[in-house]
């Protein structure tokens, strides 16, 4: 009671608080209910109160959504009205955290913990486990997820226990020597292996679905993986930032600020897809192009003109001549007007760069300027027009303005333009994160299967049945403590962190301001138990 307003006029307790919109007819028929138990002559009147302060933050969740709304929130309450992340936190931070987990066997044992969980869902909610198991308890929704999104990622790479899968045959065949016969069929024929893709004769075409498993265990292994996930790993992350500046503009046209989308989001999605977008482009496009078919043609004897792809950009078609996506790139800004640096990879492809290096410098000043000198001018507007009209308010009514400095303006926006356009490069070398835990997370089930169960376990078994028997459970047994507290449990730790970072700061800095406040309901039993004093 020692938290209402007492109105002498009209003799009367009056309480102040926020409540849901949709909980409004709720709070009514509970305070109907409370003057019929209670007897009372005068009933409760609630009343819509017009504000200008900021409401709390209140979203609805249930025992799914609620570990994945904890992990937006410990960044930051969101304000009240911009975009919650949490529907595509549920989708994109299992599946980044499987990129660096990605494992059929390992994603099928920790969906077999996952699943445990939730058949002990009711009794532990009852009596929560030891705090060693309640931190997996709470967030046992996402651990689904993510062993679901393992498995798939397992399949992509086409790992069970780091041993590849043969499930559709490879596409790769060893030979010695490409016949005639072959060579009509379309082979693309090489020292040692030769590939058989898609032709009109219905000859097998690329592996159905994930790697070839004929890369596992060969000398080219991690040369191979490398390019493939440090790739993959580029598109990944700059999809999920573009992500955060589509948010960015949604952000931007509830709170109706036309600055904020002519003059910020335009020129940072203008600068992230001219440089980084451009970088996807040309990963995708020398994906599609078939290198191969011009080493096949040069292997039978024809001659392939030094045709152009432009204005002096000499195109090199064969596989050991195709252009590096670095030197593009590095080109693309230092040297994009000198074709002898780097090879074409597409027609036009100077003139195109040249555009976008030029889009990609114009959109800073536009990011840097634009928006201060606006608001500067609305000021100044604004100061000339209560001058004109020496518009008289009531002193009650009359709000304190917040004062406008340009200076700080100014000094803001710059730093925000050097963060955004750092952070483009820097936010996109820490997506390769991805590459590199999930290589550390191949090779060491490598290690241990390689290492524990197939050099000592068949070592023991060629020495008599006892001791084969004896070391082949040892082996066993040490392969299964070492993937459960390293794999399973470390390095699933180890990618957990690292997805909560790349949402946290290369995704969630893109839109999301975090500077909000919880609503948290009126409870007796929440103050009853103290945990309105720890708030």
């Not at 498993?213 to 930032?241: A, F």
């Not at 604004?382 to 009359?398: A, I």
Request: glycine share 6%.
């Amino acid at each position: 009671m020692n938290l209402f307003n007492y109105d002498h006029g009209r003799k009367c307790l009056i309480a102040e608080g926020w409540c849901p919109k949709a909980a409004t007819e709720e709070i009514q028929l509970a305070l109907r209910r409370a003057k019929d138990r209670s007897g009372a002559l005068v009933p409760s009147i609630m009343s819509i109160m017009d504000t200008k302060e900021q409401p709390p933050t209140y979203y609805k969740t249930n025992k799914f959504t609620s570990a994945f709304q904890g992990i937006v929130d410990a960044y930051g309450i969101a304000r009240y009205g911009e975009v919650n992340p949490t529907p595509f936190t549920i989708i994109t931070f299992p599946f980044l955290f499987a990129v660096m987990f990605g494992d059929v066997g390992h994603g099928f044992m920790m969906l077999a913990f996952a699943l445990f969980m939730l058949w002990k869902e009711k009794e532990w909610t009852k009596n929560p486990p030891s705090e060693l198991f309640q931190m997996a308890f709470d967030g046992r929704y996402i651990v689904v997820l993510m062993s679901c999104f393992a498995i798939f990622t397992g399949f992509m790479y086409n790992e069970f226990f780091s041993v590849p899968m043969d499930l559709f045959g490879s596409s790769w065949e060893i030979v010695s020597n490409c016949t005639a016969e072959q060579q009509n069929a379309n082979f693309t024929c090489s020292e040692g292996y030769y590939y058989k893709y898609w032709n009109n004769t219905g000859v097998r075409g690329p592996y159905p679905f994930g790697a070839d498993p004929v890369w596992k265990g060969n000398e080219n292994e991690l040369l191979y993986y490398n390019s493939l996930k440090m790739k993959l790993s580029i598109i990944l992350g700059v999809s999920q930032m573009v992500l955060g500046l589509i948010l960015k503009l949604l952000n931007g046209i509830h709170f109706r600020k036309k600055l904020d989308i002519f003059f910020e989001f335009i020129p940072q999605i203008t600068f992230m897809m001219a440089l980084f977008g451009y970088t996807c482009f040309i990963i995708f496009y020398k994906w599609y192009t078939p290198f191969y078919y011009n080493d096949r043609q040069r292997e039978l004897g024809i001659v392939l003109s030094n045709a152009t792809y432009g204005a002096d950009c000499p195109m090199h078609p064969s596989t050991t001549e195709a252009p590096q996506l670095l030197n593009i790139l590095i080109y693309l800004v230092l040297g994009f007007w000198d074709d002898t640096k780097s090879k074409c990879l597409y027609p036009n492809q100077l003139y195109i760069q040249g555009v976008l290096v030029f889009l990609a410098i114009v959109s800073v000043p536009l990011m840097l300027l634009v928006k201060p000198l606006a608001l500067r001018s609305a000021h100044n507007k604004k100061l000339q027009n209560k001058g004109q009209y020496h518009q008289v308010e009531d002193e009650e009514s009359e709000e304190e303005e917040e004062e406008f400095d340009f200076s700080d303006m100014f000094v803001h926006q710059v730093i925000e333009t050097i963060e955004f356009v750092l952070g483009c490069v820097s936010h996109t070398a820490s997506y390769l994160r991805l590459w590199a835990l999930s290589l550390a997370h191949s090779e060491l089930a490598t290690v241990f299967w390689g290492m524990l169960l197939v050099q000592v376990g068949v070592e023991g078994v060629g020495k008599g049945v006892v001791v084969g028997a004896f070391t082949t459970f040892f082996c066993w047994a040490a392969w299964l403590g070492c993937t459960i507290a390293v794999l399973l449990v470390m390095e699933s730790l180890s990618a957990f962190l690292h997805a909560l970072r790349l949402h946290w700061v290369e995704f969630q800095s893109k839109f999301y301001y975090g500077d909000g406040h919880k609503f948290t309901p009126f409870s007796y039993a929440r103050i009853f138990s103290g945990a309105a004093d720890e708030d």
